[in-house]
């Protein structure tokens, strides 16, 4: 005979507030011995890539509380109540969770992606079939690119539409070592991948172990260390600002007639990185994914002298 124990039950509070109070609800819940403590987007703002040390947070937030089923939640309810004007506050819930196996649960929600015509990413825990296609292994993370977001997935598709056979790339703002990665699926003889966050540059490492790439494949480095032998690819999936300010040290990078492919450039930025490139650069193409862009340049064959 066999018995089971008994399924744990869960409730969590749902705030929907400003950030400017997140602190005073935050304390509130954790007055109330809250399990955790998380934060969504409540409008459709993006935020990328934080720089290191940074939490940014959106304006609008959902703010959410987990408690277990028993937990009496009328004092952080009247509490939540009673300085809902004060700490602007538009609407407060609260939900039962049934017990559920969870991280199977959050495995389950992450399924192989296609990019382009032959270039896939599938979780690690996902079943690979044996076929041509160009395959990564890379799980979802926190903080780095896993090819969900419209301006990796414009990259990647990019890539699997012109593969870098033979050609030196360099990765600006690996984040993960995606694009790097499927640099080197593609045929890439040398790739550089860089990023001013460290642990930007061990997630690489640790993706190239989990695709069986050598690790003389792809170089990780900080941006101060690049070397400065020009290479024929460049793509850079970071913000429009530091897209903008980056313009002549990219130039600098890229041998005369290579390539550059940028990306994380919002629809209204597009104007901005166009005129930051026009000096030095034919553009070739603009695609867009969603309100998100990638622009597409080719180094003249006789740059003008800086």
């Not at 032959?118 to 160009?134: A, C, V």
């Amino acid at each position: 005979m066999t018995s089971s124990a008994p399924k744990q039950e869960w409730q969590q509070i749902n705030c929907y507030c400003n950030k400017a109070f997140q602190d005073e609800i935050t304390q509130c819940m954790e007055m109330a011995n809250a399990l955790s403590i998380t934060f969504q987007d409540a409008g459709d703002t993006p935020v990328l890539e934080p720089l290191p040390g940074e939490t940014p947070l959106w304006n609008d937030l959902i703010l959410t509380a987990l408690f277990t089923g028993d937990d009496d939640l009328s004092a952080p309810l009247l509490d939540l109540q009673s300085n809902k004007q004060q700490w602007q506050i538009s609407k407060i819930d609260v939900e039962r969770l049934e017990d559920q196996d969870w991280e199977r649960a959050w495995m389950d929600d992450f399924k192989p992606m296609k990019f382009g015509e032959n270039l896939w990413i599938y979780p690690s825990w996902n079943e690979i079939p044996e076929d041509e296609s160009t395959k990564i292994i890379l799980d979802p993370g926190l903080a780095f690119g896993s090819g969900t977001h419209p301006t990796t997935a414009l990259c990647l598709e990019w890539l699997d539409a012109n593969p870098p056979q033979g050609l030196s790339v360099i990765d600006y703002g690996c984040g993960s070592g995606i694009l790097a990665i499927a640099a080197a699926k593609l045929g890439a003889s040398a790739i550089l991948a860089t990023d001013i966050d460290p642990q930007a540059l061990i997630a690489t490492k640790d993706n190239m172990l989990k695709n069986k790439i050598p690790e003389f494949a792809i170089e990780t480095c900080f941006p101060e260390e690049l070397p400065t032998e020009p290479v024929e690819l460049l793509i850079a999936n970071i913000l429009s600002g530091p897209l903008v300010e980056l313009a002549e040290t990219f130039a600098q990078l890229i041998k005369p007639n290579g390539t550059i492919v940028l990306s994380g450039i919002l629809e209204e930025q597009t104007d901005n990185i166009v005129k930051a490139y026009q000096i030095g650069f034919n553009i070739i193409q603009v695609a867009q994914k969603d309100d998100w862009i990638r622009v597409t340049a080719q180094r003249t064959a006789n740059p003008p002298l800086p």
